[in-house]
């Protein structure tokens, strides 16, 4: 009876050391032989990403491997990346909304496709056109993308030498047609302009909490560039006694500067419950109770400063917008 307890206990533990998970990588992902075992392919080649919702990529390889989509826009310029390391590519690991990975955003246009196995020598590239024929749906709450032109609330301003205007239909915007541009030379100081946007009456109708709120814009340096030559100084303004002025000595003003990063489209996003503090985490002084109530903003100044030495300057913003739980994404 004793050998036969022992024999069966040789055996469980056999059983369970034969079931135990390996810990490690599958050697066929290591040694195996790639192969694209069912061709990827595109849920959709036209998509309306409103009325159909995402693309999908669909497909089998013969091992797990790193794999990478990239998306481009043909008229825009707009791209946006998918990657990951799986076998099978499905709506869990592969699926695209529409969505650029910064500005400038896609438009109504074709895309091309560039399907990539970077760690995988002597494979395919694979190339697809997608064509885009209805935009995803924007989410937040707009301040203005300049389409609808110059709001009658708004105040500008700009050095004698400057043209602070709206352009359209260049293909230059961030998303969408129109941008607002300041172009001129400055040679005494670094004011080149500003455009100051309110709403029509009132405020925005942005939420009473900061937190998690966050202000997008995009912004493009084209001349003076780089983060010691230019940069957008944005101020909030918050009405606090509800009498519909702001008065700077009473009231808070928020404030926070973005020097420019190079010469394509940048997108700032910033938590505007962050405002109240300084770069060293230090509490700002204003003149208002200190803080940040957001559904109080009546007006949002972008001010454009670049080094008078370095000759003209150039400069696009465009597509303000407020986003709640994460920054914007064109």
């Not at 020097?259 to 985490?281: H, N, P, R, T």
Request: aromatic share 12%; charged share 20%; hydrophobic share 35%.
């Amino acid at each position: 009876m004793k050998k036969l307890l022992l024999l069966s206990g040789v055996l469980v533990l056999l059983v369970s050391c034969r079931n135990e998970d390996f810990d490690g990588p599958d050697l066929n992902d290591l040694f195996g032989e790639f192969s694209i075992v069912e061709p990827i392919t595109a849920s959709q080649q036209s998509i309306d990403f409103v009325a159909d919702g995402e693309v999908v990529f669909r497909g089998e390889l013969s091992k797990n491997t790193n794999w990478n989509i990239l998306l481009t826009g043909a008229s825009s310029g707009a791209t946006r990346n998918l990657s990951g390391f799986d076998r099978i590519l499905s709506a869990e690991t592969a699926a695209w909304d529409g969505g650029a990975s910064t500005f400038p955003a896609f438009e109504l246009e074709d895309v091309y496709v560039e399907i990539t196995f970077p760690n995988e020598d002597n494979a395919p590239t694979l190339y697809d056109t997608l064509s885009i024929s209805g935009l995803k749906a924007d989410e937040g709450i707009l301040i203005t993308s300049f389409e609808d032109g110059f709001g009658t609330a708004w105040e500008s301003f700009n050095q004698s030498t400057v043209a602070g205007t709206i352009g359209c239909g260049n293909s230059e915007a961030a998303k969408g047609s129109c941008y607002y541009g300041f172009n001129g030379t400055v040679g005494w100081d670094w004011a080149i302009g500003s455009v100051t946007i309110k709403p029509e009456t009132g405020t925005f109708g942005l939420p009473n909490s900061a937190n998690n709120l966050y202000f997008n814009m995009g912004f493009k340096a084209i001349e003076n560039v780089g983060p010691s030559n230019s940069f957008v100084l944005l101020w909030f303004d918050e009405d606090e006694n509800g009498d519909g002025i702001f008065d700077e000595s009473t009231e808070d003003r928020f404030t926070f500067e973005y020097w420019s990063q190079g010469s394509e489209w940048d997108l700032i996003s910033k938590e505007y419950a962050s405002l109240q503090f300084d770069v060293d985490g230090n509490q700002v002084e204003t003149n208002g109770n200190g803080l940040p109530e957001p559904s109080k903003v009546i007006s949002i100044n972008v001010f454009y400063l670049a080094n008078p030495q370095n000759g003209n300057s150039n400069a696009l913003v465009d597509h303000l917008i407020f986003t709640t739980g994460s920054p914007y994404t064109p």
